[in-house]
């Protein structure tokens, strides 16, 4: 074990430290988190509409025999869509530059506004006098992120440049003041800006945009839209969980920037459509991971807590200490939540329950990617809370799937079958002591 050690210390430790303290990447990951509300917003209106208002929803077409109008209230809440998944590229060019500039201890209410500005400078030309909404949404968010990012970065330099700064007398208040300050850099951004977009014209009509999903969006939606990508991340993630290091949170960066359009894309089809089925990206982080990954927690540590409160049943159990852990972990299992059972028992450096640790979530996220492409389920890919129990998410994330709640339910059963025989040599070692 200490060779082990030495070797996740020695190559993923550096991995991890420079992933979380690239500013870039922690911007990215943390405009998404604070976007959460409105993706989760989106995404409930969607179920709402799917399950309880629509004639062939799991609970609406027992309400159509009630209320035979039924379909029509779907209208109340389908503006919702408009203000939330429909913006999401305008949310999170601000966000980003916001949070860029905070990192460079500058004004982030403005970067925010330039980088906005600048993103709809780059925007594709109106047709007929109006702005298309193509590219406010899902279809948008690579050019957002960059534009956020170097409009950030570039913000946050030329505003510390004295010789750009408009600097006024004592007496005008501070707010005025600072706007001057920026005038500036805001100027040299948004013209930079424009001439690229003229440029890029020159080469693509319809703007940066069509240019980036045709080069670099599209190609990486379809690395991330195999099911394998999803499970090598999490392999990456549990090993380093499996040293202390909180896994999920340091490759987010990745998982969040991969799958941000796919995700706000598939919420878009699902409220069109009516249904999680024949969604564009079935096998996203969330589908994938979110369903049959983290039945609760990271590593599937439900499935673990199950596997020693059975053990703890029989003649020769000596591990009380598990058994205590487990009953603490249980509660806050069902919620997703899992550093009492990680850090307790501890699963982190031992041994024995790493191996299932890490072994859990590759196999049911594998057979989660099998019953979706065989058609046997729906992708649950709406986002309805990582802490909602399961199989409860399964069934809403999936527009009110039972099969994807039933297939959560029977994965679960699998992962308490592989923690079993470590469980049970976890037990043994502690007796031979």
């Given at each position: 074990?200490?060779?082990?050690?030495s070797?996740?210390?020695?190559?993923f430790m550096p991995?991890a430290?420079?992933?979380?303290?690239i500013?870039?990447?922690?911007a990215?990951?943390d405009?998404?988190?604070?976007i959460?509300p409105?993706t989760f917003?989106g995404s409930?209106?969607?179920?709402?509409n799917?399950?309880l208002?629509s004639s062939s929803?799991f609970?609406?077409?027992?309400?159509?025999k009630?209320i035979?109008?039924?379909?029509?209230?779907?209208?109340?809440?389908?503006p919702v869509?408009?203000?939330t998944?429909?913006?999401?590229?305008?949310?999170?060019?601000?966000?980003i530059a916001?949070?860029m500039?905070?990192?460079?201890?500058?004004?982030?209410?403005?970067?925010?506004l330039t980088?906005l500005?600048?993103?709809?400078?780059?925007?594709?030309?109106k047709v007929d006098g109006?702005?298309?909404?193509?590219?406010?949404?899902?279809?948008?968010?690579f050019?957002?992120?960059?534009?956020?990012?170097?409009?950030?970065?570039?913000?946050?330099k030329l505003?510390?440049i004295?010789k750009?700064?408009?600097?006024?007398?004592d007496q005008?208040?501070?707010?005025?003041?600072k706007?001057?300050?920026?005038?500036?850099p805001?100027?040299i951004?948004?013209?930079?800006t424009?001439?690229i977009?003229y440029?890029?014209?020159?080469?693509?009509?319809?703007?940066?945009n069509?240019?980036?999903?045709?080069?670099?969006?599209?190609?990486i939606?379809s690395?991330?839209?195999t099911?394998f990508?999803?499970?090598?991340?999490?392999?990456?993630a549990?090993?380093l969980?499996?040293?202390?290091?909180h896994?999920?949170?340091?490759?987010?960066?990745i998982y969040?920037?991969?799958?941000?359009?796919?995700n706000?894309a598939n919420?878009?089809?699902?409220?069109?459509a009516g249904?999680t089925?024949?969604?564009?990206?079935p096998y996203?982080?969330?589908?994938l991971?979110?369903n049959?990954?983290c039945?609760?927690?990271?590593g599937?540590?439900l499935?673990?807590?199950?596997?020693i409160?059975?053990?703890?049943?029989k003649?020769g159990?000596?591990?009380a200490?598990y058994?205590?852990?487990a009953?603490?972990g249980?509660?806050p299992g069902?919620?997703?939540?899992?550093?009492?059972i990680?850090?307790g028992?501890?699963?982190v450096l031992?041994?024995?329950?790493?191996?299932p640790?890490?072994?859990?979530?590759?196999?049911?996220?594998?057979?989660?990617?099998l019953?979706i492409?065989?058609?046997l389920?729906?992708?649950g890919t709406l986002d309805?809370?990582?802490?909602t129990?399961?199989?409860?998410k399964a069934f809403l994330?999936?527009s009110?799937s039972w099969e994807?709640?039933?297939s959560v339910?029977?994965?679960?059963i699998?992962?308490v079958?592989i923690?079993?025989?470590?469980v049970?040599?976890a037990n043994?070692q502690?007796t031979n002591q």
């Amino acid at each position: 074990m200490q060779a082990l050690n030495s070797f996740f210390e020695r190559y993923f430790m550096p991995f991890a430290t420079k992933l979380n303290s690239i500013k870039g990447l922690i911007a990215i990951r943390d405009a998404f988190v604070q976007i959460f509300p409105l993706t989760f917003v989106g995404s409930i209106v969607v179920c709402i509409n799917v399950v309880l208002l629509s004639s062939s929803g799991f609970i609406g077409q027992f309400l159509v025999k009630i209320i035979p109008d039924l379909d029509d209230f779907q209208a109340v809440l389908s503006p919702v869509s408009n203000g939330t998944i429909n913006l999401m590229a305008v949310f999170i060019v601000f966000l980003i530059a916001r949070n860029m500039a905070k990192q460079y201890e500058v004004d982030g209410l403005k970067a925010g506004l330039t980088a906005l500005a600048s993103f709809f400078v780059l925007y594709p030309p109106k047709v007929d006098g109006m702005l298309t909404e193509s590219y406010l949404g899902a279809n948008g968010i690579f050019v957002a992120i960059i534009t956020g990012l170097l409009v950030g970065y570039g913000f946050s330099k030329l505003t510390k440049i004295d010789k750009l700064q408009i600097k006024m007398p004592d007496q005008v208040p501070p707010e005025v003041s600072k706007s001057f300050m920026i005038a500036i850099p805001t100027a040299i951004i948004i013209i930079l800006t424009s001439v690229i977009a003229y440029c890029i014209s020159l080469i693509e009509p319809q703007g940066l945009n069509a240019l980036v999903y045709a080069i670099l969006q599209a190609p990486i939606q379809s690395l991330g839209a195999t099911p394998f990508t999803p499970m090598i991340l999490i392999f990456m993630a549990m090993i380093l969980w499996s040293v202390g290091i909180h896994g999920t949170f340091t490759v987010s960066p990745i998982y969040i920037t991969l799958y941000a359009s796919m995700n706000i894309a598939n919420i878009s089809y699902a409220a069109q459509a009516g249904t999680t089925a024949g969604s564009p990206y079935p096998y996203t982080w969330f589908a994938l991971f979110e369903n049959y990954g983290c039945i609760g927690g990271t590593g599937n540590t439900l499935a673990l807590i199950v596997a020693i409160l059975i053990l703890s049943r029989k003649k020769g159990w000596k591990r009380a200490d598990y058994t205590k852990t487990a009953k603490i972990g249980l509660i806050p299992g069902l919620f997703c939540i899992n550093e009492p059972i990680i850090f307790g028992l501890p699963i982190v450096l031992n041994p024995i329950l790493v191996i299932p640790f890490i072994l859990s979530p590759i196999v049911s996220m594998g057979l989660g990617a099998l019953m979706i492409s065989t058609g046997l389920v729906l992708p649950g890919t709406l986002d309805v809370g990582w802490t909602t129990p399961q199989p409860i998410k399964a069934f809403l994330s999936a527009s009110g799937s039972w099969e994807t709640a039933i297939s959560v339910c029977f994965v679960f059963i699998i992962c308490v079958l592989i923690y079993l025989p470590f469980v049970a040599l976890a037990n043994k070692q502690q007796t031979n002591q």
